[in-house]
């Protein structure tokens, strides 16, 4: 049996109302993706976020990955995050995501004139996100633990609200980022993620007159 503590969804019907469920999102995509490019795209986003395993609290927040290859090179994933963000005392944001892919195989394709190595693929991730109140049940091992609901329901309401709403923002960041990756539409304008789009298009920038000019004002620049 797993002690609580952050990121443990809680099976006590009293105390089930400490984990708000925020949203749920799956992002499914068929085509062309460098899959080792993804895999480290989306640790590389829960580092960024500063997310850690629930229980460990290290960035090895993956607590399931299972990997097949048939007989015929075709490969598939189940592969389960589990991370959160302790916000303070009593707040914890919690995101359990699964990945699933299947009928992957490696090719070679030509991007830009050149060769590159790729899978493909059919892939879906799937995420649910939610705030987590009180993550250790220490409320219950003190006198207001018996007005515990109703400290937080009608005290903190505007807190809880308030923290519902970061959380939403967290996931709706996360969603868009994944379908940058996957050169997808999004809600909201992008900036240029650090990772190529489908792991693989390194489109090298052209330079820009300016920064010619950047070199020839240099300090060690002879004039």
Not at 137 to 151: A, D, V
Request: some cysteine; proline content about 5%; hydrophobic content about 30%.
């Amino acid at each position: 049996m797993q002690e609580p503590g952050p990121g443990i969804l809680r099976t006590n019907t009293k105390l089930r109302w400490k984990d708000d469920f925020i949203c749920y999102f799956e992002v499914e995509k068929g085509g062309m993706v460098d899959l080792d490019s993804l895999y480290m795209f989306m640790y590389h986003w829960f580092g960024k976020e500063q997310y850690t395993h629930w229980q460990t609290f290290d960035n090895k927040i993956e607590d399931f990955y299972l990997h097949r290859i048939r007989p015929d090179g075709v490969q598939e994933n189940l592969i389960w995050w589990r991370a959160g963000r302790r916000i303070n005392k009593y707040i914890y944001y919690f995101c359990k995501m699964d990945w699933q892919n299947f009928g992957s195989k490696e090719t070679e394709i030509e991007y830009n004139g050149k060769k590159v190595k790729t899978h493909k693929l059919g892939i879906v991730l799937r995420a649910w996100w939610w705030v987590q109140y009180d993550p250790y049940n220490e409320w219950e091992k003190t006198f207001l633990g018996k007005i515990t609901k109703w400290f937080y329901t009608y005290l903190l309401d505007d807190e809880m609200e308030n923290h519902k709403d970061k959380c939403r923002e967290i996931a709706r960041r996360q969603e868009n980022e994944l379908k940058q990756f996957f050169e997808m539409n999004t809600n909201v304008p992008m900036p240029r993620s650090f990772f190529p789009e489908e792991g693989y298009k390194w489109d090298r920038p052209k330079p820009r007159p300016e920064d010619f000019e950047h070199m020839r004002r240099a300090p060690d620049a002879k004039i």
